[in-house]
Each structure stands twice: as C-alpha cells, then as structure tokens.
C-alpha cells in the first residue's frame, strides 16, 4: 500500500512542530525550576524577597489547507490557530513583608514596612533590605559583605558611611544614628514609587533609579527580617514543574520516536 506523498510531508510537519513546541516547554520549565531553587536556596537569607518566573505562549499562527474543493479546484480553507509553545515573559519579585525576628544585637536593624537600606558598593549606592549589619576593622558600619552602610551626617548633609568606632550605637524613631551619646548621621534608606522598576543585582541588592532618599521608612535595631520565602508553596511548586517536565519529555521521546520511524521503515524506498 502506498501512501500519499502529499499527506505524509503534512505529518511529518506537524510532527516536528509537535517537537518545537514540547522543546520550547522543556527550556521554560527548567528556568522555572532554577527560579524555585534559587527561592528554597534563599529561603534563610535575611530580607530576601522571592521571585515569581511568568510563562506566556508564543504568538499563534494561522493553519490552513487547500483541501476543500469548490468547483473541481482547491481552494483555501482556515483551519483555526494553534500556540507554537511557551516561554519566559518576566520574572516578579514579591515584596511582601517578611517576619522580624528579635535579635537584641545593636548593629541588626530591621524595616516594617516599605523602604531600603543605601549601601556603598564600589562607586555606586545599592539597595537592600538586610540589615545584618556589623562595625568593621576600620570602624565604619558595614554589612557581611564588607560593604559599607551609608547615612546623612548631621552637619555636613552628605551621604557617607557610618563611622562608629568603639562606640555603642543607638538609633531613635527618627532613624538618627546615635555614636556614644552623639547624633553624627541619619540611616540612609530609600524608597521608590515603583518596585517593578528594581532590579536584583546579587549579594540580595537592588538597582533602581529615582529613588527616594531618607524616605519615611520604619527601622527597629536589634532584629533582622526574614525572608519571606513560602517553602511550603515552593515544593509544590517544584513538585508540579518536574511532573510537567517530565510529561513533556515523554512526548518529546515519543515523537522523536514516530520521525524515527518516518524515516526509517515508512520512507524507506524498496
């Protein structure tokens, strides 16, 4: 019995764009899962905030053929619209508030609320929401990176870091950094109208532009916020990715499996 060229290419097509398809939802789905590991990762991470990786299909396209027959001719018939598969379309970060945690230490500081902390990184001021701060071999306030926190002298009005010293250290309602039983600097913190506009650079720090300088941002010293990370939610969510990864994978074999025999025993010329 032999079968219809015509018909058999037509197979062969969508077969392989069967294939396109299950391979696009492969490629998303382990960038889900590297976002899920990255949140069960930082799921003890001070002030950490997780992410939320969004998928959206790839624009339809048109099927169409020219099987109908009108007046002995074949014509143009719409077959309808079909998704060539999914990708990544943006990834959210969640800044819900996390839980502050009392740690009764004099360089944790904690935010209720919205707002960051300016960090001196390099040449450049950063963002962050950890506050496990500690004083430094030079006695300026930094955190466990080695960077320094920055804050508004009182005299000057210049953003600098926080030198402390020996010191003990107090901070008031107001946020104003008390060094002995002096007032030397206010804490810098920041906050901005849009945090869709943030973006996470590493060490648990933000970019951002058009920020808010010494906005009104609640600060507690002697606790630390923790991450706000469901890791209840992520293991379900781990769970549900690998399953459709794995359905994914078994069409992707199965249809690896149908070309293989296309090619080998249907298209065999005897």
Same mark, same amino acid.
């Given at each position: 019995? @032999?079968?219809?060229?015509?018909?058999?290419?037509? =197979?062969? @097509?969508?077969?392989?764009?069967?294939?396109?398809?299950?391979?696009?939802? /492969?490629?998303?789905?382990?960038?889900?899962?590297?976002?899920?590991?990255?949140?069960?990762?930082?799921?003890?991470? +001070?002030?950490?905030?997780?992410?939320?990786?969004?998928?959206?299909?790839?624009?339809?396209?048109?099927? #169409?053929?020219?099987?109908?027959?009108?007046? =002995?001719?074949?014509?143009?018939? #719409?077959?309808?619209?079909?998704?060539?598969?999914?990708?990544?379309?943006?990834?959210?970060?969640?800044?819900?508030?996390?839980?502050? @945690?009392?740690?009764?230490?004099?360089?944790?500081?904690?935010?209720?609320?919205?707002?960051?902390?300016?960090?001196?990184?390099?040449?450049?001021?950063?963002?962050?929401?950890?506050?496990?701060?500690?004083?430094?071999?030079?006695?300026?306030?930094? !955190?466990?990176?080695?960077?320094?926190?920055?804050?508004?002298?009182?005299?000057?009005?210049?953003?600098?870091?926080?030198?402390?010293?020996?010191?003990?250290?107090?901070?008031?309602?107001?946020?104003?950094?008390?060094?002995?039983?002096?007032? +030397?600097?206010? /804490? =810098?913190?920041?906050?901005?109208?849009?945090?869709?506009?943030? @973006?996470?650079?590493?060490?648990?720090?933000?970019?951002?532009?058009?920020?808010?300088?010494?906005?009104?941002?609640?600060?507690?010293? =002697?606790?630390?916020?923790?991450?706000?990370?469901?890791?209840?939610?992520?293991?379900?969510?781990?769970?549900? +990715?690998?399953?459709?990864?794995?359905?994914?994978?078994?069409?992707?074999?199965?249809?690896?499996?149908? /070309?293989?025999?296309?090619? !080998? #025993?249907?298209? +065999?010329?005897?």
């Amino acid at each position: 019995m @032999k079968m219809n060229a015509k018909y058999f290419l037509k =197979g062969m @097509k969508l077969v392989i764009r069967g294939l396109y398809t299950a391979v696009s939802g /492969l490629v998303t789905l382990e960038s889900k899962q590297a976002n899920i590991t990255n949140n069960i990762a930082n799921a003890n991470t +001070t002030g950490y905030k997780s992410d939320n990786l969004t998928m959206k299909s790839f624009d339809e396209v048109m099927l #169409q053929n020219k099987d109908k027959i009108v007046n =002995g001719r074949n014509v143009r018939q #719409q077959l309808g619209s079909i998704s060539l598969g999914v990708e990544v379309d943006t990834v959210n970060t969640t800044f819900t508030q996390g839980t502050l @945690k009392n740690t009764d230490k004099q360089t944790d500081f904690s935010i209720d609320g919205r707002g960051f902390f300016m960090i001196q990184k390099g040449n450049e001021i950063v963002y962050t929401r950890d506050g496990n701060f500690k004083v430094g071999t030079d006695g300026n306030l930094m !955190n466990t990176s080695g960077d320094k926190v920055l804050g508004v002298n009182k005299n000057t009005g210049a953003i600098e870091p926080i030198f402390v010293g020996a010191d003990n250290i107090l901070i008031d309602n107001e946020n104003n950094i008390y060094v002995g039983d002096r007032a +030397t600097h206010t /804490l =810098g913190t920041a906050d901005f109208e849009d945090y869709n506009s943030l @973006k996470k650079i590493g060490d648990n720090y933000y970019s951002g532009d058009n920020a808010i300088l010494n906005a009104n941002v609640s600060v507690t010293q =002697g606790s630390l916020e923790t991450s706000n990370v469901d890791v209840t939610t992520e293991m379900v969510d781990m769970i549900t +990715t690998m399953r459709s990864f794995e359905t994914n994978q078994k069409i992707v074999q199965m249809l690896d499996e149908t /070309l293989d025999t296309a090619a !080998n #025993q249907i298209g +065999t010329v005897r």
